[in-house]
Every structure is written in structure tokens, then in C-alpha cells.
């Protein structure tokens, strides 16, 4: 298991390392720490100073283990292996409250005195932030990762995001994971950036193809509406001036795309509409491939019975 317990640290108070840190140092004496914000406060910049006085936490543990010190290979914590919910992006919707995980890799020391993740937004943390987000473990003082080999730790970190309450619609796009990782190698890691990922506005994208049924050699019309959401009017709008592909396939074959068409704007703003020639039954649907700010969505094929 991991030697980590992180305490939360509040201003002039000394810290108790947990059970498992006591037990790898051998000690059973207090830490005096530098001050930093207590749960109750919020906001990014008590967030970052909450994220900072945790890894300090862990560094102080690693400091005040002279057995891990004397038996310390001349080696670096490495991370590795990390992801935003499977992969490199998570989507939020208009309403509901969306959890996001992101998991890691720690490897490189046999024991870990803690690592965790935080999300943020801005260029900088000192001079330009604009969110800051610590995970549900780091505010319930839950170690996120369990130990996975003999130098070896899998994390997971979780993030509840509220729409309503959290984001507006310039927080749309690249984020970054700040994350540190405390071992008994000689090296550790304190990054800013462990990695860029994107916070995307939902989006979902109608299509219908009419008549139906239609007599052959008729106008078959195929109108679709794309659209994502607003997190500064919590509603979905459509998504103007984007480029949508209008796929086609018989009954029994696969999509693939015969034209590329730009969505209106205005009062038909993310809307496209199309026309084809009835000739024989055929299915029909829209493809949006997705932008930095917005996730790729493919609507539900229409077939249309020509007789």
C-alpha cells in the first residue's frame, strides 16, 4: 500500500503524518509546515495554495524518513500514462453535473509519500490563472493511488464539474494537469504540466431525411441542425459556420461521405439541409468531426424507402 496520508494543513497548526507515513519513517512526531488555505476556503488561487502545501506535506514525509533516505537508490520518480478520461478531452453538457477522472502512472520508488492531480486553465499558475480545480480525493485527504507493482503506483483522481455553477463558455478548450509525485528515489516530480487536454461543450446534432416514403425519381430533403452547449445560458445553440459531411450508404452497406457542407447561421444557425434524387432505398446522416472547443458527434442515419 502507499506510505502517503496527507493531513490538511491549516496556518500555525503542527500536522500529524498519517499511520502509513509514521510507519515508514519511524517516526511518531509532529511536522511544523508552512501555512496554507484550510478546506473551508475556495477558489482557484486557495486551490493552487491547498495543491502546493500537499506536496510539501509529501516532501516533508519523504525528508523526515531516514530509512528511506539511507536505503534510496540513485534513481527519479517517473509519471507516466496520463489520460482525461480515457483519453485526452471530457465533455460537459448544459445541466447536469459531470465527473471526469484522470489517471496516471507513478513509478520509480518503492515507496510513495503522495501524488495527485489538480486541473487548471490559464498560461501560468502564478500570473494568469483562471480555474483551479483539486480532485475529490485531494479534498477528502484520500490517497488516490494504490501500489500496482513493487515500484510501481496506479492513480486515479476525480472532478465534479457543475455547468450551472463552474464554467462559462471561455473555459471551453485547453486545460492542463498539474501533478506531483513523491517517492523515495532521489528525484521527484512537481509539474505544472503533466499534460494539455481539453474541456469541450457537449454538442449533438439532428438529422432527418423526407419524405418518406418517397416515389422514385422525387426530391428527397436531408435536414439536420447542429448544436452544443452554452454554459453562459445553460441551453444549447446552434453551432454556426462548421463543417458537416453529409454520409450515405444502401441498406445493407457502410456510410461514407459524398459532400462537405458549411452550417448557417443566423436564424438557421447550425443548420444544413441538403437534396438528393430518390432512386433507391438509401439511408442518409450527418458527421461533425469536432473542434478544440467542441467533441466530434455523428447523428442517427435516416433511410428512406423509395417506391
Not at 506535506?57 to 496520463?82: C, E, F, L, N, Y
Not at 486541473?119 to 480525493?137: H, M, P, V
Amino acid at each position: 500500500m502507499s506510505q502517503h496520508s496527507r493531513a490538511r494543513l491549516t496556518s500555525g497548526k503542527k500536522v500529524t503524518l498519517g499511520v502509513g507515513a509514521l510507519a515508514a519513517s519511524g517516526l511518531a512526531v509532529g511536522l511544523l509546515v508552512t501555512p496554507s488555505a484550510t478546506a473551508s476556503e475556495t477558489g482557484a488561487a486557495e486551490a493552487l495554495k491547498q495543491s502546493r502545501a500537499g506536496a510539501a506535506d509529501a516532501s516533508a514525509a519523504k525528508a523526515a524518513a531516514p530509512k528511506a533516505r539511507a536505503a534510496r537508490a540513485a534513481g527519479s520518480t517517473v509519471v507516466s500514462g496520463v489520460t482525461v478520461d480515457g483519453g485526452n478531452s471530457a465533455q460537459v453538457g448544459t445541466t447536469n453535473t459531470q465527473t471526469i477522472t484522470v489517471k496516471w502512472t507513478v513509478s520509480g520508488g518503492a515507496t510513495l509519500y503522495g501524488s495527485q492531480a489538480s486541473i487548471w486553465r490559464g498560461t501560468d499558475r502564478d500570473t494568469d490563472l483562471q480555474q483551479f480545480r483539486n480532485s475529490e480525493e485531494f479534498d477528502a485527504d484520500i490517497d488516490p493511488c494504490v501500489q500496482s507493482g513493487d515500484t510501481t503506483y496506479s492513480c486515479t483522481a476525480t472532478f465534479k464539474i457543475d455547468p450551472q455553477r463552474d464554467l462559462k463558455n471561455e473555459d471551453a478548450g485547453a486545460w492542463k494537469i498539474a501533478l506531483y509525485a513523491i517517492t523515495d528515489a532521489v528525484t521527484d516530480v512537481d509539474t505544472d504540466n503533466a499534460k494539455t487536454w481539453y474541456l469541450k461543450r457537449w454538442s449533438r446534432l439532428s438529422n432527418n431525411a423526407a419524405p418518406e416514403p418517397v416515389a422514385k425519381g422525387k426530391t428527397i430533403t436531408i435536414t439536420g441542425k447542429l448544436e452544443r452547449a452554452n454554459w453562459d445560458t445553460h441551453k444549447y445553440a446552434g453551432y454556426t459556420q462548421q463543417t458537416v459531411r453529409l454520409q450515405e450508404r444502401s441498406l445493407t452497406g457502410s456510410y461514407a461521405t459524398t459532400s462537405s457542407h458549411i452550417t448557417g447561421t443566423g436564424s438557421l444557425a447550425g443548420v444544413e439541409k441538403q437534396t438528393r434524387k430518390a432512386t433507391t432505398d438509401r439511408c442518409y446522416r450527418y458527421k461533425f468531426e469536432g473542434t478544440s472547443t467542441t467533441p466530434p458527434v455523428t447523428a442517427t442515419g435516416d433511410c428512406v424507402d423509395v417506391r
